[in-house]
């Protein structure tokens, strides 16, 4: 039995991600499962406040999953003590406003990402929140997937030797929204509207990269939008003015190159819809969402290269499959578990704000990069860093005055 309770507000649960995975997939199945179990033995128990702006959407949703509290007035929710913690599942265009409304009003704050339009403001929540002394974490649902799991094992166990390089293909092709229903938001293809693959995904990946390989110190990438309209939910034509692929270079602290592709506009043909290589000295790996295959060094083959000669060898037979060895929850779950643990008895949280913040960094030069043609320098960053806003404007500047000098 939960010994105790705490209340979250979840802002924006109405949508696809806000809904699937954080009401049903962890609040829900948090509070079937008895609350969330302490250190000490205890449990928590959630009680949510659903919160958006169509009332009879939230009314329906509270009456299907037996859930007492929902409101349209947010600021109302913030003021009332009985909610301990502020959950933002807005769109991106909307989030820092709300999010600064709960650090003022003194509530743990749990988002998903990015957490701002750009890196200044991102790098602002963090400091704000710091300055508030308010608890805050950003979603890193990736590094608790099965596949990566498996792979951060492989990574601690030293099965790699010195890893060499990263490959990884991340996509689908998402119908255009004519003959068939786009399964994603139209929002996510206008760039006003917060929209875009680069915005989307490289957070992501700066996640993944830094704390599987190392920091990313530096970005390649080039950005682009393949289909230029799209039909949007009323069955309307528009114009698609953000990025629906990118193709991007990272150079990681260590010496570890990284290639990774991004795309909405690609037909999969692998095993799962995220793919990652890793090649070491020792051995290489791929792993998906769910899969972990290896090949050690003293079991790979030696392919010799004969264009004259089709090539009977079944490449694929030469790696072993990672069992699974555990038991692997929903890994937007398991953070919300992590966090709760954070709130109520100062466990650790590494993925907060700041964290946030690097991850809309990346997002940024991916996109200066890919507009200027060029390959840019991250700063190092934390909270103490009173220069690393400048060093990115000083990295615009450098990237206009080349722009004006071809």
């Given at each position: 039995?939960?010994?105790?309770?705490?209340?979250?507000?979840?802002?924006?649960?109405?949508?696809?991600?806000?809904?699937?995975?954080?009401?049903?997939?962890?609040?829900?199945?948090?509070?079937?499962?008895?609350?969330v179990e302490l250190s000490d033995g205890t449990r928590v128990q959630l009680e949510p406040i659903l919160v958006g702006r169509n009332e009879a959407k939230l009314a329906e949703l509270a009456e299907k999953h037996g859930l007492e509290h929902y409101t349209t007035n947010l600021d109302e929710a913030l003021a009332d003590d009985r909610w301990q913690i502020y959950a933002d599942f807005l769109v991106t265009k909307a989030r820092a406003k709300a999010i600064r409304k709960a650090i003022a009003a003194g509530k743990a704050i749990y988002t998903e990402k990015p957490t701002a339009e750009s890196f200044e403001e991102a790098l602002e929540l963090a400091r704000l929140a710091k300055e508030a002394g308010v608890k805050n974490g950003v979603v890193h649902d990736k590094l608790y997937l099965p596949g990566f799991q498996k792979l951060k094992r492989l990574i601690d166990s030293g099965f790699f030797g010195r890893i060499l390089s990263v490959r990884?293909?991340?996509?689908?092709?998402?119908f255009e929204g004519d003959w068939?229903?786009?399964?994603?938001?139209?929002?996510?293809?206008?760039?006003?509207?917060?929209?875009?693959?680069?915005?989307?995904?490289?957070?992501?990946?700066n996640y993944v990269l830094e704390n599987l390989f190392?920091?990313?110190?530096?970005?390649?990438?080039?950005?682009?939008?393949?289909?230029?309209?799209?039909?949007?939910?009323?069955?309307?034509?528009?114009?698609?003015?953000?990025?629906?692929?990118?193709?991007?270079?990272f150079e990681l602290e260590g010496g570890i190159v990284a290639q990774l592709n991004s795309s909405w506009t690609v037909r999969v043909n692998r095993d799962e819809l995220v793919e990652f290589q890793v090649d070491g000295t020792h051995g290489s790996a791929v792993v998906g969402l769910f899969g972990c295959k290896i090949q050690p060094r003293n079991a790979t083959p030696k392919p010799v290269w004969n264009p004259d000669l089709a090539d009977s060898h079944d490449y694929d037979a030469d790696w072993l499959e990672v069992p699974t060895n555990d038991v692997f929850e929903n890994g937007f779950k398991t953070q919300w578990e992590e966090f709760i643990r954070h709130v109520v008895e100062d466990a650790p949280n590494p993925y907060d704000f700041l964290a946030g913040a690097r991850g809309v960094l990346l997002?940024?030069?991916?996109?200066?990069?890919?507009?200027?043609?060029?390959?840019?320098?991250?700063?190092?960053?934390?909270?103490?860093?009173?220069?690393?806003?400048?060093?990115?404007?000083?990295?615009?500047?450098?990237?206009?005055?080349?722009?004006?000098?071809?």
């Open positions: 039995m939960a010994e105790s309770t705490i209340g979250i507000i979840m802002n924006g649960v109405s949508g696809r991600m806000g809904y699937r995975q954080h009401l049903v997939r962890s609040i829900l199945a948090i509070r079937e499962q008895g609350g990884g293909e991340f996509g689908y092709w998402v068939q229903p786009a399964q994603r938001p139209s929002w996510n293809y206008r760039a006003e509207d917060g929209g875009g693959i680069i915005v989307d995904m490289f957070p992501h990946w190392g920091r990313v110190e530096s970005v390649y990438a080039k950005a682009s939008t393949h289909i230029p309209s799209r039909v949007d939910e009323r069955g309307d034509e528009y114009v698609a003015t953000a990025d629906d692929a990118a193709y991007a270079i997002a940024e030069r991916g996109l200066a990069s890919s507009r200027d043609g060029r390959r840019i320098e991250l700063p190092e960053v934390t909270l103490g860093s009173t220069d690393a806003a400048a060093s990115v404007a000083d990295a615009e500047v450098g990237a206009s005055e080349l722009t004006g000098a071809r």
